[in-house]
């Protein structure tokens, strides 16, 4: 495909990408009026939503499989393709100590299996406390993914030169960190004060939004590309000069008059 053709998968993927936000943002509405009407009005336009946003994933993909090919640097795709294998393993590790603590902690989290029978809230107390001892990692195993997102999206920016893809890396990878962060708080405070699952996902709302931005700003620069990254052809050396008039330099190949002496674009002597 052309850059063209790839500036536009590109963009599209992009803007898919930023309707999977929201269909996270809608998912962690969903939990906090988990009580109410809209919570059922929250999770189905989150699963429409996340649909959308698998496409615009592969749409990704592919888009930046493209422009490794056209601006001839394989690093653009690798930098996805490693940051997918190293997310998932670091993935798993983190979902199996998840699956430890559990184990260590199933009397109380299912108390039909335990002598005593705590209530409903003590069990939502527990199970956030649970989350937020593993919450930190799981934010962290996000930032690899991103991580691996930025060098690709700094190398497609020097490549394409487009700047907004810079700006826009910064941004996605703030919205990791705000992540980061906030599981960090949410674990330390829930040593100490019985928080529930709704209060984190509230909290989680915010380095969503500040991932909207990221993919509004990329999906920006990918409609950028056209004018500034199509390769320009360098003249040839006939168009230049009539056959059989032109000397070229030995040093960089530049065409020159017959008499010239010094080479017009390296400046080295014949």
């Not at 393709?81 to 190293?86: R, V």
């Not at 299912?110 to 409903?120: L, Q, R």
Request: aromatic share 12%; net charge positive; hydrophobic share 55%.
């Amino acid at each position: 495909m052309t850059i063209e053709s790839n500036r536009t998968l590109g963009g599209v993927a992009a803007i898919l990408m930023l309707i999977g936000v929201i269909s996270q943002l809608s998912t962690d509405f969903g939990y906090v009026f988990s009580h109410s009407a809209g919570a059922v009005i929250f999770s189905v336009i989150g699963g429409l939503f996340s649909v959308l946003s698998l496409v615009g994933f592969l749409l990704f993909l592919i888009a930046m499989h493209g422009f490794s090919k056209d601006y001839q640097d394989h690093r653009i795709f690798s930098y996805l393709l490693y940051g997918i294998i190293i997310t998932i393993v670091a993935f798993v590790i983190v979902f199996a100590i998840f699956v430890i603590i559990i184990l260590f902690n199933f009397a109380n989290l299912f108390p039909t299996f335990s002598s005593s029978a705590p209530s409903s809230s003590q069990i939502s107390s527990q199970m956030a406390k649970t989350f937020s001892l593993v919450l930190p990692l799981f934010s962290l195993v996000g930032i690899i993914w991103i991580a691996f997102n930025v060098k690709a999206f700094n190398l497609l920016s020097d490549k394409s030169k487009v700047p907004l893809f810079r700006t826009g890396a910064k941004v996605l990878l703030a919205s990791a960190l705000v992540n980061v962060v906030l599981a960090i708080i949410f674990a330390v405070v829930g040593l100490y004060v019985s928080l529930s699952l709704n209060a984190l996902f509230a909290l989680l709302t915010v380095g969503s939004i500040v991932q909207d931005v990221a993919w509004m700003l990329l999906a920006m620069a990918y409609f950028r590309i056209q004018a500034r990254a199509a390769p320009v052809q360098a003249a040839s050396p006939t168009n230049v000069l009539p056959a059989g008039q032109v000397k070229y330099c030995t040093y960089c190949g530049a065409p020159n008059l017959p008499d010239s002496v010094y080479c017009t674009k390296c400046g080295k002597k014949f």
